[in-house]
């Protein structure tokens, strides 16, 4: 599971995935690094440091290096998962920005440049977030004029795909009044599937009596083949083949260099897996990955998050690599000591809580490299594995992106607070509180949130259970259990805030941005549909409705303009809590009807006037509402029999010449 950055209080912090020869010489650049790189659309892009880079011995640079180089190998498998046409599509990109040399100066170019810039973003032609098709503003002719001046050609279907409006409209479509599966234009899928046969098909393997279920559908197409239904798997020798072999080249060098011998042992396992495809063999792995905690680097790597799929079954590639930032994971790690404390009081029924909270590990990160799903955007918080059995059995880790944080808030400002908190006493409270109350939701979302609970014996897998809403409820259900102890006594007895006043912040930034400040990511007319909004908005709205009777959270229009006060935090805190009773109920019983109807009630549907609103007052402030990075680049340095003796990080790169780089030095699909 991922938190995403938002837009909301004091920054974008507030809440809550290439081989060179190299020169000689290890020379440092030691000055401040700019942090904002450029703007497009509606899209910033930045930089951040790597600390604790120089801190590390060569032989555990050498492994954060292999690591990098195993997750760019996979980044084409992203681009062919979101769309057939992608990879056609950005080879063309790439061709065009390499070679053309003509008039770059005019508005046609202006446009095309954009656009392409957008598509490399969005890993693929639909928006990243909310998953539209990135709609050209140049004309056909004039692409077909650069790709004639690069002798580059494209099929006609990719041509009608860019620019025939009907035509792969929206990647992912989680409207359960269509076949969702038929009207989804990623590449999960193939030709003639239907949602009915997808259901049916898993349906007949469900056991739900087995106790270690695997994640059914994780790691292949599902295709018509001689009119059955067939599971076209990723794997070595199979599909996505010639990618894979190359990250698992990488990873079997890193392995050589591992820092113990269970993290060499995961990723021995790991290999297999890609060789095979088999999902017990992932399994196997995760309980390894989620147990060897020791070491100071660590990594993501694999078929993980399911958002990209609306039924919730096939997961996007994705790769980050980190590592450990020693005094902040120290703090934060009195959060996971305490887990069982927080599942024993939190306001869950008796049988819906773990007697036993285990294995639970929360550290802070500087991320070193990041490819497919997990970039150019980046979540700012990880939980995995995702697979309950695992997690409830075995454990799980929870990572916060230190240095992405660090980088959000240097190209944050106060300017959404002041434009829409109530008043200023709301202002100086995020002003103050607001940095630490987003670690610390983060933490207890990552940490506790993902980590509680227990599904009754006998139900099904939540992507079985509650198939199109269980990522929004799981969301949902994390941002709840942070939200209710946040307010808690027991964070300023365990010395992780100093005051309750943190909890408010966390309280105003959260409902202020639910109701209000996120809707400046949707265009106009446009629902709610990526799993995180839906979650902030459920939750907002219904508590917000559950309060009104007592005026918990009051609703304001001053001038024109709408406020929620929030009058009373102690009863947020219990409708905080209500709501997530239920939800977990929902979870542990997989009672679909009562999940669809929370988010369909109160998390899709956006007030017209509101929404017309939000953007009026937002558009002055020029803030994009969407981030991203440019990443460093290794640089081996060799000695004179050709051996590594150092790596250095390079980080100077613009967005569109990473882009070019990366398309060089590691594409493996085409």
């Given at each position: 599971m991922k938190i995403q950055h938002i837009v909301a209080f004091t920054s974008v912090l507030a809440l809550s995935a290439a081989c060179g020869?190299?020169?000689?010489?290890?020379?440092?650049?030691?000055?401040?690094?700019?942090?904002?790189?450029?703007?497009?659309?509606?899209?910033q892009i930045l930089r951040f440091e790597v600390p604790s880079w120089n801190k590390l011995s060569l032989k555990q640079k050498e492994l954060v290096y292999y690591l990098s180089q195993a997750g760019l190998a996979g980044r084409d498998i992203n681009y062919d998962q979101n769309n057939r046409f992608n990879l056609e599509i950005r080879r063309a990109l790439e061709a065009i920005h390499e070679k053309y040399t003509g008039d770059k100066t005019t508005g046609e170019w202006?446009?095309?440049?954009?656009?392409?810039?957008?598509?490399?973003?969005?890993?693929?032609?639909?928006?990243?977030?909310?998953?539209?098709?990135?709609?050209?503003?140049?004309?056909?002719?004039?692409?077909?004029?650069?790709?004639?001046?690069?002798?580059?050609?494209?099929?006609?279907?990719?041509?009608?795909?860019?620019?025939?409006?009907?035509?792969?409209?929206?990647?992912?479509?989680?409207?359960?009044?269509?076949d969702m599966i038929v009207a989804s234009a990623n590449?999960?899928?193939?030709?003639?599937?239907?949602?009915?046969?997808?259901?049916?098909?898993?349906?007949?393997?469900?056991?739900?009596?087995?106790?270690?279920?695997?994640?059914?559908?994780?790691?292949?197409?599902?295709?018509?083949?001689?009119?059955?239904?067939?599971?076209?798997?990723?794997?070595?020798?199979?599909?996505?083949?010639?990618?894979?072999?190359?990250?698992?080249?990488?990873?079997?060098?890193?392995?050589?260099?591992?820092?113990?011998?269970?993290?060499?042992?995961a990723l021995k396992v790991l290999i297999e897996y890609y060789k095979t495809g088999n999902l017990r063999k992932w399994d196997e792995y995760n309980v390894i990955w989620s147990t060897a905690t020791k070491g100071d680097i660590d990594y993501i790597n694999g078929f993980i998050e399911t958002y990209g799929d609306a039924l919730g079954k096939r997961a996007n590639y994705e790769s980050i690599v980190q590592i450990n930032d020693f005094e902040a994971s120290k703090r934060m790690a009195t959060v996971a000591k305490n887990a069982q404390w927080f599942e024993d009081n939190s306001p869950l029924m008796p049988e819906h809580k773990k007697k036993k909270v285990v294995g639970v590990s929360y550290k802070v990160v500087e991320v070193?490299?990041?490819?497919?799903?997990?970039?150019?955007?980046?979540?700012?918080?990880?939980?995995?594995?995702?697979?309950?059995?695992?997690?409830?059995?075995?454990?799980?880790?929870?990572?916060?992106?230190?240095?992405?944080?660090?980088?959000?808030?240097?190209?944050?400002?106060?300017?959404?607070?002041?434009?829409?908190?109530?008043?200023?006493?709301?202002?100086?409270?995020?002003?103050?509180?607001?940095?630490?109350?987003?670690?610390?939701?983060?933490?207890?979302?990552?940490?506790?949130?993902?980590?509680?609970?227990?599904?009754?014996?006998?139900?099904?897998?939540?992507?079985?259970?509650?198939?199109?809403?269980?990522?929004?409820?799981?969301?949902?259900?994390?941002?709840?259990?942070?939200?209710?102890?946040?307010?808690?006594?027991?964070?300023?007895?365990?010395?992780?805030?100093?005051?309750?006043?943190?909890?408010?912040?966390?309280?105003?930034?959260?409902?202020?941005?639910?109701?209000?400040?996120?809707?400046?990511?949707?265009?106009?007319?446009?629902?709610?549909?990526?799993?995180?909004?839906?979650?902030r908005q459920l939750v907002s709205a219904w508590v917000f409705e559950k309060g009104q009777k007592d005026k918990v959270i009051e609703k304001i229009t001053r001038n024109g303009k709408t406020y929620y006060d929030i009058r009373d935090y102690n009863k947020l805190r219990t409708l905080f809590g209500e709501l997530l009773r239920e939800i977990q109920r929902i979870k542990s019983e997989g009672d679909y009807q009562a999940g669809k109807a929370l988010v369909e009630t109160y998390g899709v549907k956006v007030d017209k006037k509101t929404h017309a609103e939000v953007l009026r007052r937002v558009k002055p402030l020029n803030i994009a509402p969407y981030s991203g990075f440019v990443y460093p680049v290794f640089v081996p340095v060799m000695d004179h029999e050709g051996k590594i003796k150092d790596i250095r990080l390079e980080n100077k790169q613009t967005f569109i010449e990473q882009m070019l780089y990366y398309g060089k030095n590691h594409s493996f699909l085409y």
């Open positions: 020869g190299g020169e000689e010489s290890t020379e440092e650049n030691t000055g401040p690094m700019e942090t904002t790189v450029e703007r497009f659309a509606d899209i202006k446009k095309f440049d954009e656009w392409s810039k957008q598509i490399f973003f969005s890993n693929g032609i639909h928006h990243h977030y909310s998953m539209d098709k990135i709609r050209p503003k140049f004309s056909a002719a004039y692409l077909d004029k650069l790709m004639k001046a690069v002798e580059h050609n494209l099929s006609p279907e990719a041509l009608d795909a860019i620019f025939k409006p009907e035509l792969e409209k929206k990647r992912k479509v989680k409207d359960p009044n269509v590449n999960f899928y193939g030709k003639g599937v239907t949602q009915k046969m997808v259901e049916d098909f898993y349906a007949q393997k469900q056991d739900l009596n087995d106790p270690e279920p695997i994640e059914l559908g994780l790691n292949s197409t599902l295709i018509l083949k001689n009119g059955k239904l067939h599971e076209d798997v990723w794997k070595s020798k199979g599909k996505y083949g010639a990618a894979i072999d190359q990250i698992i080249f990488w990873l079997r060098k890193a392995v050589k260099v591992a820092e113990n011998d269970q993290q060499a042992r070193a490299s990041e490819s497919g799903d997990a970039a150019p955007s980046t979540p700012i918080g990880v939980n995995l594995p995702n697979n309950n059995w695992i997690r409830e059995i075995h454990g799980s880790k929870s990572v916060s992106l230190g240095n992405i944080i660090e980088a959000y808030n240097k190209a944050g400002g106060p300017a959404v607070t002041e434009e829409f908190a109530n008043d200023q006493e709301e202002i100086d409270r995020a002003n103050k509180y607001g940095a630490i109350a987003g670690k610390m939701h983060t933490a207890l979302h990552e940490v506790v949130g993902h980590a509680s609970g227990q599904i009754n014996k006998g139900v099904g897998q939540p992507s079985e259970t509650l198939q199109n809403y269980a990522s929004t409820l799981e969301e949902a259900r994390a941002d709840l259990v942070g939200l209710y102890f946040i307010m808690d006594q027991k964070m300023v007895d365990l010395g992780l805030i100093e005051t309750l006043e943190v909890g408010k912040a966390e309280y105003d930034g959260y409902i202020r941005n639910g109701l209000l400040t996120q809707l400046q990511r949707l265009e106009m007319g446009q629902n709610v549909e990526e799993e995180h909004m839906q979650n």
